[in-house]
Each structure stands twice: as structure tokens, then as C-alpha cells.
């Protein structure tokens, strides 16, 4: 199980934009891999904001649907979230996983520390 580093995270203005990237260590992320980007608000549970299968297929949340952008670059381990239009309510720390399984996309791969985002004038 191969480690990974969240970072790009952030104090931005609302409408501003980030791109947060994950970047495996200790191993390759495999390609065949579905994997994903998390975020925990303070106080509330980890949820999946987007996921993008080995295929490139992509799914996001209702609330980010059209603002953000999950993309992966096999060849350099990273994991990418381009996040445009940012509200207060993106406020959260990010996370990556890296190991999606079924169709419940349960996530098995391992954490890292996060990359805390803020959206705030």
C-alpha cells in the first residue's frame, strides 16, 4: 500500500481557484485504480467529492458539479483536483485515496494529512 502527500491547499476569496494534487510515495499508484478526492468539514463526517475510474470516467458530488475537476496523471503518481468558482462551504480539509473498491466505492487505500482549503473574503 503505497502512501500519499495531499497538497495546493489554501486561503482563497470566494470565486478564486486552487488545484490540489496527490502524489504517491513509496510505491505506484496502479492504473487500474479508482480513486478519489474526500473532504471533511469541521464537525461533519468525510465525504467523496469526486472520483475518477482507470478509464478516465469521473463522477462528482451534486454540490461541486461544474466547478470541479478530477484528472489523474498515471505516469507521475498524482492525482489532481482543479477546483474553480470556490464557495465558504468548500471549506474543509481535503484527502485522496488512492484504492476505491465496488461499486460502493469504499475507499481502501491509505490516507494522508490532508490539505486544508478555506474559502473566506
Known amino acids: 500500500q503505497v502512501d500519499v502527500v495531499e497538497s495546493g491547499g489554501g486561503l482563497v476569496q470566494p470565486g478564486g481557484s486552487l488545484r490540489l494534487s496527490c502524489t504517491a510515495s513509496?510505491?505506484?499508484?496502479?492504473?487500474?485504480?479508482?480513486m478519489g478526492w474526500y473532504r471533511q468539514a469541521p464537525g461533519k463526517a468525510r465525504v467523496l467529492v469526486a472520483s475518477?475510474?482507470?478509464?478516465?470516467?469521473?463522477t462528482t458530488t451534486a454540490s461541486v458539479k461544474g466547478r470541479f475537476t478530477i484528472s489523474r496523471d498515471n505516469a507521475k503518481n498524482t492525482l489532481y483536483l482543479q477546483m474553480n468558482g470556490l464557495k465558504p462551504d468548500d471549506t474543509a480539509i481535503y484527502y485522496c485515496?488512492?484504492?476505491?473498491?465496488?461499486?460502493?466505492?469504499?475507499?481502501?487505500?491509505?490516507w494522508g494529512q490532508g490539505t486544508q482549503v478555506t474559502v473566506s473574503s
Open positions: 475518477i475510474s482507470s478509464s478516465g470516467s469521473t
Open positions: 485515496n488512492t484504492d476505491l473498491r465496488g461499486d460502493s466505492l469504499l475507499p481502501v487505500g491509505s
Open positions: 513509496g510505491g505506484s499508484i496502479l492504473s487500474a485504480n479508482t
